[in-house]
T-cell receptor, first 114, second 112 residues
Framework: NAGVTQTPKFRILKIGQSMTLQCTQD?????MYWYRQDPGMGLKLIYYSVGAGITDKGEVPNGYNVSRSTTEDFPLRLELAAPSQTSVYFCASSYSRQGEDTQYFGPGTRLTVL | KNQVEQSPQSLIILEGKNCTLQCNYTVSPFSNLRWYKQDTGRGPVSLTIMTFSENTKSNGRYTATLDADTKQSSLHITASQLSDSASYIC???????????FGSGTRLSIRP
């Protein structure tokens, strides 16, 4: 099993550009999550999904969108990138909902917006 | 307000020495507490999980303790190795709304 994979590993965007961060898991997990990790801060939940076709906002959803068309994939879309979105983004998955089950994290995408 | 605070922010120790990392939380109602290890450039990996009734949980050279009365947890690392160099994150789950709160982590460096 590859676990949770994320692409790209690094990306530099100009202000106002858009991009999609890809996330795929091969563990047949129902739950998937997107977090951002800023220097010296704990991970913050952006969006999560409890299954294909179902998504919901987390703590810091503004400026992001997600979709979940399959169990395996959970892409994160950034529209009109802003410097405040410079961060490391982690995708995670779990069999049952967060807090009840161990989450498995991808390697992260380091995004810089200039 | 639900919060998780970790100390120290960073720690440097010599290889072979022991160390203890601290986690204080105000999350309520408490469900469980996890410790994660995050290597540089990687995602967090779960080390231990403890529920309200558990005081101690071990995973090899890692031993986590939980005092639910004082809302404190510690992670003790025995006979440290260079590969223990990483950030250690305390994560507390609340029963309501499946909410989890991440601490900001302790960055541990092991020197040869």
């Amino acid at each position: 099993n590859a676990g949770v994979t994320q692409t790209p590993k690094f990306r530099i965007l100009k202000i106002g550009q858009s991009m999609t961060l890809q996330c795929t898991q091969d563990m047949n997990h129902n739950y998937m999550y997107w977090y951002r990790q800023d220097p010296g801060m704990g991970l913050k939940l952006i969006y999560y999904s409890v299954g294909a076709g179902i998504t919901d906002k987390g703590e810091v959803p503004n400026g992001y969108n997600v979709s979940r068309s399959t169990t395996e994939d959970f892409p994160l879309r950034l529209e009109l990138a802003a410097p405040s979105q410079t961060s490391v983004y982690f995708c995670a998955s779990s069999y049952s909902r967060q807090g009840e089950d161990t989450q498995y994290f991808g390697p992260g995408t380091r995004l810089t917006v200039l | 307000k639900n919060q998780v605070e970790q100390s120290p922010q960073s720690l440097i120790i010599l290889e072979g020495k022991n160390c203890t990392l601290q986690c204080n939380y105000t999350v309520s109602p408490f469900s469980n507490l996890r410790w994660y290890k995050q290597d540089t450039g990687r995602g967090p990996v779960s080390l231990t999980i403890m529920t309200f009734s558990e005081n101690t949980k071990s995973n090899g050279r890692y031993t986590a303790t939980l005092d639910a009365d004082t809302k404190q947890s510690s992670l003790h690392i025995t006979a440290s190795q260079l590969s223990d160099s990483a950030s250690y994150i305390c994560v507390v789950s609340a029963k309501s709304a499946s909410k989890i709160i991440f601490g900001s982590g302790t960055r541990l460096s092991i020197r040869p």
